[in-house]
């Protein structure tokens, strides 16, 4: 089973800032990962596919980058709505795989 | 516009069954796969299983695996969930979700989800 691991587990930003969160896999999975993003009580929600893909009316000011083992969603400058948690999951192998979140609150 | 809708979650005693239904529309149903995820209260996400577009395929997490069994009707555009021999650990909302035409990728999209409390 491969282990992804997401960073910090809490990150306190002001808005306007960027946010950088970090997920690592315990083993390659290409670029077979996605980013999702959980407000409270709500389902969660895709936004990058393919490690940098935007999924479909993803505003710019979101983007992923990375491959193998090491990935990063970045958040250029944030928004009142971005302050969630975010989620990375691959699907290189199975089983599918997420790793544990990061809780983005305000500073 | 995709829509998903879950039905079924509820309270169970350890040891029993229950079946989690997934109204599925906006799509194609029978060209895409589909899968469960759960969540348990204030943790992450976990994927639980997942259903190929024909139905002929199909996945399960080791935790569920002999216990749980994920099929789908074509007929009635609804992919569903059966739940045998619950465990206090099953608990949690079930998402719904739909991937992309093959399995085991990425879920697309979720439905608001179906709470399952097992509890004697």
């Known amino acids: 089973e491969i282990l992804m691991t997401q960073s910090p587990a809490t990150l306190s930003v002001s808005p306007g800032e960027r946010a950088t969160l970090s997920c690592r896999a315990s083993?390659?999975?290409?670029?077979?990962l996605a980013w999702y993003q959980q407000k409270g009580g709500q389902a969660p929600r895709l936004l990058m596919y393919?490690?940098?893909t935007r999924a479909t009316g993803l505003p710019a000011r979101f983007s992923g980058s990375g491959s193998g083992t090491e990935f990063t969603l970045t958040i250029s400058s944030l928004q009142s709505e971005d302050f969630a948690v975010y989620y990375c999951?691959?699907?290189?192998?199975?089983?599918?795989?997420f790793g544990g979140g990061t809780k983005v609150e305000i500073k | 516009e995709v829509q998903l809708a879950e039905s079924g979650g509820g309270l169970v005693q350890p040891g029993g069954s229950l079946r989690l239904s997934c109204a599925a529309s906006?799509?194609?149903?029978?060209?895409?796969?589909m899968s469960w995820v759960r969540q348990s209260p204030g943790t992450g996400l976990e994927w639980v299983s997942s259903?190929?577009?024909?139905?002929?395929?199909?996945n399960y997490a080791d935790s569920v695996k002999g216990r749980f069994t994920i099929s789908r009707d074509h007929s009635e555009n609804s992919l569903y969930l059966q739940m045998n021999r619950l465990r206090v650990e099953d608990t949690a909302v079930y998402y719904c979700?739909?991937?992309?035409?093959?399995?085991?990728?990425?879920?697309?999209?979720w439905g608001q989800g179906t709470l399952v409390t097992v509890s004697s």
């Open positions: 979700t739909k991937e992309l035409a093959m399995t085991g990728t990425y879920f697309e999209y």
């Open positions: 906006g799509f194609t149903f029978s060209n895409y796969a």
């Open positions: 259903i190929s577009g024909s139905g002929a395929g199909t």
């Open positions: 083993q390659s999975v290409s670029s077979n």
């Open positions: 393919g490690a940098s």
């Open positions: 999951q691959q699907y290189h192998n199975w089983p599918l795989t």
